[in-house]
Structures are given as structure tokens and as C-alpha cells.
T-cell receptor
Framework: QQQVKQSPQSLIVQKGGISIINCAYENTAFDYFPWYQQFPGKGPALLIAIRPDVSEKKEGRFTISFNKSAKQFSLHIMDSQPGDSATYFCAASITAGNMLTFGGGTRLMVKP | DADVTQTPRNRITKTGKRIMLECSQTKGHDRMYWYRQDPGLGLQLIYYSFDVKDINKGEISDGYSVSRQAQAKFSLSLESAIPNQTALYFC????????????FGPGTRLTVL
């Protein structure tokens, strides 16, 4: 069973639009929530991460929104660009264990 | 990331064969991981090692074994490959001193016929 559920599986957005990817988790012990970005032929790379003591974290065009009570977090990509086309994975971890549990991934395509 | 290398990058093998995938890192990290990636299932942890003498099973360890030959090397073996082990395999590393970011290798695409 997946402890971290990610949606949608695929997403097509026009250049300049907002891409939104959602994740929901079950384990309330999770206290670290990263997003990884993977380009074709490459391994995933950390994009941005949040801890549950804040509701939002922004880095450039990328924002994580976190809702602890709903056990949900999401990635927003503002002004989406064709170069953002990649697969995005949300993940969750318990700090003490340092083991990442990944969502199923979202393949994002940004059309020019 | 060139600091984490995996060999081979692609491998086609037959059912029942023994296969070894190798991972090396120059990052000086103490922790290493093996993941399997299947479409729609994300990355699933196979095995992980927090130091040379520490080996732990992950979510899907059945049919796999690992060896941590040195701090920089972590290999994954499929003792008797089966078709449903066809997948993309990633090695990753992290540093227990500096945080939780995991650094992934470029992956090995394994096909079992």
C-alpha cells in the first residue's frame, strides 16, 4: 500500500500557466516533505522541501503548500516553462529514520 | 549527479540469471540506498545501508540482496532474475551529518526476458 498518494499521474500545462501537483499522506509521524524532479535519463534531484511547522515555502517559481490537518501537501509551479517538463515526485520522511517514502510521480509536460 | 555512478547503465538478461548492479560514490556520504522505479509506483526502497556494517531491508527486498563493500560502494544483486524485476534501478546516497537530501545516480535500466 502507498503511504503517500500523488495526483495527477500526468499533467499538461501551457507555457506561463500554473502547474499543481497534490500529495496526501497517512502517517502522522512524517515530518519532512521533499519534492524531487526527474528529467528523462537522469536520477531524481531534490527541488524543494518543507517541514510541518510552516504552511508554505517558496523558492523562485516553486512553492510547497502544506496542510497538516488534512495531511496534504502540494507543489505549485508558477509561470510554467517548457524546461520544467519532467517527472515530479513528492516524498515524506520521519526525521529520525531518514527513510523517504515516495509518491507515484507526476509526469508534467509544459507546452510552448 | 556525476558523484554517484552506476554500472551498467543498461542490461538485458534472461530469466534465472544472476545479475549484479554496482554503485559507487565520491561524495563521502555514509548512507546508501537502492530503489526501484516502475511507472505509476514511484520509487520503492529495496535496501539501505547507514554504514559499512549496516544493511537493512526496504519495502520490496524479496528476490534481491546487497553488499556494502566499502563506504563508497554498494552493490545490488538479483540472485535469479525474473521478468517482473524489469525496471529502472537507482542508487542514492545521503550524509547523516548534513541532512536528509538524497543524491541519486543516473539509473540502470534492467530488462529480464
Amino acid at each position: 500500500q502507498q503511504q503517500v498518494k500523488q495526483s495527477p499521474q500526468s499533467l499538461i500545462v501551457q507555457k506561463g500557466g500554473i502547474s499543481i501537483i497534490n500529495c496526501a499522506y497517512e502517517n502522522t509521524a512524517f515530518d519532512y516533505f521533499p519534492w524531487y524532479q526527474q528529467f528523462p535519463g537522469k536520477g531524481p534531484a531534490l527541488l524543494i522541501a518543507i517541514r510541518p511547522d510552516v504552511s508554505e515555502k517558496k523558492e523562485g517559481r516553486f512553492t510547497i503548500s502544506f496542510n497538516k490537518s488534512a495531511k496534504q501537501f502540494s507543489l505549485h509551479i508558477m509561470d510554467s516553462q517548457p524546461g520544467d517538463s519532467a517527472t515530479y515526485f513528492c516524498a515524506a520522511s520521519i526525521t529520525a529514520g531518514n527513510m523517504l517514502t515516495f509518491g507515484g510521480g507526476t509526469r508534467l509536460m509544459v507546452k510552448p | 549527479d556525476a558523484d554517484v555512478t552506476q554500472t551498467p547503465r543498461n542490461r538485458i538478461t534472461k530469466t534465472g540469471k544472476r545479475i549484479m548492479l554496482e554503485c559507487s560514490q565520491t561524495k563521502g556520504h555514509d548512507r546508501m540506498y537502492w530503489y526501484r522505479q516502475d511507472p505509476g509506483l514511484g520509487l520503492q526502497l529495496i535496501y539501505y545501508s547507514f554504514d559499512v556494517k549496516d544493511i537493512n531491508k526496504g519495502e520490496i527486498s524479496d528476490g534481491y540482496s546487497v553488499s556494502r563493500q566499502a563506504q563508497a560502494k554498494f552493490s545490488l544483486s538479483l540472485e535469479s532474475a525474473i521478468p517482473n524485476q524489469t525496471a529502472l534501478y537507482f542508487c542514492a546516497t545521503s550524509d547523516s551529518r548534513t541532512g536528509f537530501e538524497q543524491f541519486f545516480g543516473p539509473g540502470t535500466r534492467l530488462t529480464v526476458l
